[in-house]
């Protein structure tokens, strides 16, 4: 498995494929994140622990799962939904990044796609799991309520929704910046983790269960990581599963 993802992460003799699939009719909608890996930052190439582990113990995808991806960023998760064998679909923000996963990936030069995904979702048919990881959560309320209910609407009766991240009131960050839509979300953010990021959403567990109260929470978990030297902080998001009734 390791062997794998590291072949998958450095590929070698990649070919240029000219034959982007950027969905008709959309920019990226978040120009801060598109000049982000234009500057070549944010670069995760491995795959999220805490998402591969969630995924493998609570939803167990087949060969035969078809599995969507909100906001892909580098690609870090693709290897690890490559090496599962599933029908691996992605929308994402930048057209930046996507061009550049499309040569990395020509396998899923149709399915990797440049969109806004608090809009109808490009794809038609339904999914069996929809994975979201610190995505969904750089949005206002009102975005993220769209953007859930796109979820809903595009699962299979049964399927599930994991999201890994979301970052939480706790985080030091949600003292800093600027209240941007609403209270829960902050802009502005003079700070290593979110500069020059745009919107940043923090949620309590109130927050989340309303947001998600459509679906059957099968899982919730705070994480709380403090750090002492040489600042002291805080640090703390959501994982949240759910599942949309049948």
């Known amino acids: 498995m390791l062997a794998f993802f590291i072949k998958r992460i450095h590929p070698e003799n990649k070919k240029h494929d000219k034959h982007h699939h950027i969905h008709k ?19 995760s190439i491995w795959p999220w622990s ?25 690609g870090a998760n693709i290897p690890f939904f490559e090496w599962l064998k599933v029908d691996y679909h992605s929308i994402e923000g930048s057209e930046t990044i996507v061009k550049m996963l499309q040569e990395n990936f020509p396998v899923y030069k149709d399915t990797l796609v440049a969109g806004d ?19 969904i959560t750089h949005n206002s309320t009102t975005a993220i309520k769209r953007a859930v209910g796109e979820v809903y609407k595009s699962l299979k009766p049964g399927g599930q929704y994991i999201g890994i991240n979301w970052f939480s009131t706790d985080h030091y960050c949600y003292k800093l910046g600027e209240q941007a839509d609403d209270v829960y979300t902050r802009t502005k953010i003079n700070a290593a983790d979110f500069s020059g990021l745009g919107n940043v959403h923090f949620s309590d567990e109130g927050h989340l269960r309303d947001l998600f109260k459509d679906f059957e929470l099968e899982f919730l978990t705070q994480e709380k ?22």
């Open 50 to 74: 805490n998402l591969v582990s969630l995924v493998m113990r609570y939803a167990r995808p087949s060969s035969t799962s078809r599995v969507l991806e909100l906001g892909c960023g580098a």
């Open 117 to 135: 995904f608090t809009k109808p979702f490009p794809f038609e048919g339904q999914f069996d799991l929809i994975v979201d990881r610190a995505s």
């Open 225 to 246: 990581v403090q750090h002492f030297e040489p600042n002291k902080y805080m640090r703390s998001s959501w994982d949240i599963i759910v599942k949309k009734p049948v």
């Open 25 to 43: 009719g959309t920019m990226s909608f978040s120009n801060e994140w598109d000049q982000t890996y234009k500057d070549n930052a944010h670069q």
